[in-house]
């Protein structure tokens, strides 16, 4: 497993989508939220994107008003899952069209059927983004 | 007189309380109308524009800060009516909104517990139209970290339901809202089966998707054939999900490993990146599971990864995979992983992928991110395997450029990276020593937390002192947060390579002078043990500490060390003896060096350890210089009104040491016997573990909550116990370092004496001579709480005043002389708890101790226990009550309730009138048969009543603290 979880999390440290590959009781995913979030937020922008925090590295990346964070083990290219969260983001950006923080919001689920795509069990699967969204645009057209 | 038996259940187990619960049902307001009426929006048609970013650069921030109008947002609106995945998602929008809304925590609470409540209703209700906008609700409440196990049967609902837009909500559920070790999944292995055999590759897809992400290991054997078959399919979709859903089964069930590699194998010729993909983390993972699979894909797959890899980095332009001009680094990076899996530790394997890595590590352009992960990875692999010395220099060449980089991500990976090369390469990696040197003290935590531990690595015989002195000096400028794990560093560092005894101590005392309050206890404790030992340097160190300390009052560490030292070697301190070559002299008065104790005993006034260091410090210097002795005097007299309790016995102890006890003040004071290292290291490293087991050891707490005092006066032991650590220290038989080579307790309780009773008592280690002081202490605790039976106490001297212990000392020298003197009813008095019957009951061996059942502000309840010989069973417990107050109680009754398998008799109170004052009491009898005895201990509820000045009076309470073997 190299993924162990991705968080969308606004400026305020809200969470907007959380996804874990490994299991977490409810309070322990909040303490972790609380205190991944609580490190990466107080980080300048000259500072490194890479967090370690427990026994895992946080990558992060900030988008505006929302920071995206993946939890990784040790072992993984950082520089790589960079480049994963840029997909990802480019990604719904081309469904949304001008993706903003109320897009993720207020379509969760799609989000997360397009992280689905992406991600499974901490792997990645697909990085073309057509063949990404293929299976939504799809769901979409039929309805 | 009433035969006391007890009104409430006599013989039935506690009552158990229990709240009464109805269904959970929302109050009618919390439940919202379910639809609101619609009106049909206009259709918002959408294009989809390609985003315009930068190449490999960040995306431009367009969506700014804040919403970007209330047009988008009804618009979003208007879309989402239209959306028909959930057909009357506004509901959702609705929820969102209303959250979104909130402006403190406690309103979000209360709107998802109204949600919460009305999707509760519906799933009771069994809406079926309403489950999937239901299932979308909870998680987005889910994703807020509230509770939604009500949910997850729904759940298994819509995945069963035969639509595609409810199975894939319903999917979507089962993977955020459960997880592989609740049973609920176990239902959902039908569903799966069907729909894994589904004609909809889509349905399939999500099947796998869902077993991929939390299959179980039953569920991994159930439907692993299925698996099997759908990585043979024609559909590249199902493959590369097939793929990894495998890599699940085989981490869930490695034995299953065989039969995929062999698939996984054929995968790799495959055109479609997303299957390579899978298949390539599939051999990974296969690699992890078996040695066979390891074996069999060094064989088969190491061509095909080549061809890969060959095809991928020469490939000409692809727009779907493009990232900033390099063809997919994803999958790049997941060849080269599974080459170093591969190639590690296999010659032939390596030299086969010597060329392409070569390659890939001259080729790959360094300007863009994806670039430079992908020239990450290859180096990390070429370091991982069996690779050419040429190969070997790329990858430090690429190191090197990447440590010189600007950009703080690649110096990050850089220095992770060098410390995994400093195994393979240590030479290389010493070369880029100044550069590391400068990344810890670089503005950016994680890089300074990164170029610390590698610089730890880095260290060895010869490079050892510049590096630490690079660290000291850098330790003057550190940023408050990073000095901790900084001073820990520098810390074992020096411990590691202390052979040179002046440079270890000058580097600790910076150290100290520096970051004193981030410096750990053991750490100083070590520099102490290592201070004692080294008598030839034991002047020069208490004169520069004696300098820093007036310079770096501040540091908590600096001040005990100097403190201590100052104590010990305090005329060392004064006459400049054993001055080092080129040591500076200073001139030093004795009340100088009595200042700076003082000066640090005021500065320090919250801080016990501290303070009691400078208590000690001062009596010392008491019997060194004995002109200052009438104004340490003065001093230590200031505590004796000190809330301290330690601190104020050790002031008055330490005055009357100093007044009356000239004669052995100068025996008594002498300087600690030298510390021994190695015990103190097999000590230190045991501490860990002794906290642990001495927390498991800890007395449990009363389980009825209800405080029933024992009457145990703790801090009468303690002072004894520090005497004798005094007393002996002059003694031949140096009971401090007696202790501190068995004991596991805390250094610094050794080195003073100072701490509780319990630790000193466990901390005398059991030499002739503190035996009988053991004993005596071993009265003043409860037999329950040090685990001494009963009968090992012996009748001993029970001392009524602690001074004239020392008087015996001093008319004595060996403790073990102390004759036994007869108990003093003053000292019985302290340890309330035993009553004297006790001490007379403890001569006999069967005796159990007698306990405070049960005491209140106003009556105190006593019981005394008799065992009959010969029947376990059986006890007699002799109940004393006494009147606290100063008016007598009439009608006095007690009754006592027990748990079903003890019977309990009662005998004829003795009266029932208390006098006022405890001038008499009442006794009364009780006869107890514990059926269960050895299994269950004994337990009781009681209640007191009667009346004072004509009213009634009733108190009650649970006795659980009965001695064991009841």
Sequence with gaps: MTIRFVLFVNKQGQTRLAQYYEHLSLDERRALEGEIVRKCLARTDQQCSFVEHRNYKVVYRRYASLFFLVGVDNDENELAILEFIHLLVETMDRHFGNVCELDIMFHLEKVHFMLEEMVMNGCIVETSKQNILAPIQLMEKSS | RRKGHSHFPPSAPFPVFQIRQGPVRPPPSARLPHCFPLQQPAFRSRELPVPNFPRGGVPPPRYQAGMDTVEKIVEDFASDLAMSAFSSGMRLRDMIRAIRSCKTAAEERAVVRRECAAIRAAISENDQGLRHRNMAKLMFVHMLGYPTHFGQMECLKLIADAGFPEKRVGYLGLMLLLDERQEVLMLVTNSLKQDLNHSNQFIVGLALCALGNICSAEMARDLAPEVERLMRSRDVNTKKKAALCSIRIVRKVPDLAENFMALATSLLKEKHHGVLISAIQLCTELCKASKDALEYLRKNCIEGLVRILRDVSNSSYAPEYDVSGISDPFLHIRVLKLMRVLGHGDADCSEYMNDILAQVATKTESNKN????????????????????????????????????????????????????????????????????????????????????????????????????????????????????????????????????????????????????????????????????????????VRSLYTALQVYGEQGSLVRVAVWCIGEYGEMLVNNVGMLEGEETITVTESDAVDAVEVALNRYSADMTTRAMCLVALLKLSSRFPSTSERIKLIVGQNKDNIVLELQQRSIEFSS?????????????????????????????????????????????????????????????????????????????????STTATAPNDFLQDLLGIGGANSSVAGVSSSANTDILMDLLSIGTSPSQNGLPAQDTKPVPVVPEVIDLLGSLSSSTSASDVKPTPVVPQAMDLLDGLSSSTSISGLENTALPSITAFQSATLKVTFDFKKQPGNPRESTIHATFTNLTSSPFTDFIFQAAVPKFIQLRLDPASGNTVPASGNGSVTQGLNITNNQHGQKPLAMRIRLSYKVNGEDRLEQGQISNFPSGL
């Design chain 2, 370 to 541: 994806a670039g430079n992960a992908i020239l990450y990875e290859c180096a990390q692999t070429i370091m991982g395997i069996e690779a050419t010395s040429g190969l070997r220099v790329l990858a430090i060449n690429i190191l090197g450029r990447f440590l010189s980089n600007r950009d703080n991500n690649i110096r990050y990976v850089a220095l992770n990276m060098l410390m995994r090369a400093i195994t393979v390469d240590a030479q290389a990696v010493q070369r880029h020593r100044a550069t590391i040197l400068e990344c810890v003290k670089d503005a950016d935590a994680s890089i300074r937390k990164r170029a610390l531990e590698l610089v730890f690595l880095l260290v060895n015989d010869t490079n050892a002192k510049p590096l630490t002195k690079e660290l000291v000096d850098y330790l003057r400028v550190a940023d408050p947060d990073f000095k901790g794990d900084l001073t820990a560093k520098i810390c074992s560092i020096l411990e590691k390579f202390s052979q040179d005894k002046l440079w270890y101590l000058d580097q600790m005392f910076k150290v100290l002078s520096q970051a004193g309050s981030h410096v750990k206890d053991d750490v100083w404790h070590a520099l102490i043990v290592v201070l004692s030992n080294a008598s030839e340097l034991q002047g020069y160190s």
């Design chain 2, 657 to 737: 040491i100093i007044q009356r006890h000239q004669s052995i003040r100068s025996s008594l004071l002498e300087r600690m016997p030298v510390l021994d290292e190695a015990s103190y290291l097999v000590k230190r490293a045991a501490i860990t573990q002794a906290t642990i087991s001495a927390d498991k050891l800890a007395p449990p707490v009363n389980p009825g909550g209800l405080k029933l005092p024992n009457g145990v006066p703790k801090p009468t032991a303690a002072p004894l116990a520090d005497l004798l650590d005094l007393g002996s220290d002059g003694a031949p038989a140096t009971t401090v370092t």
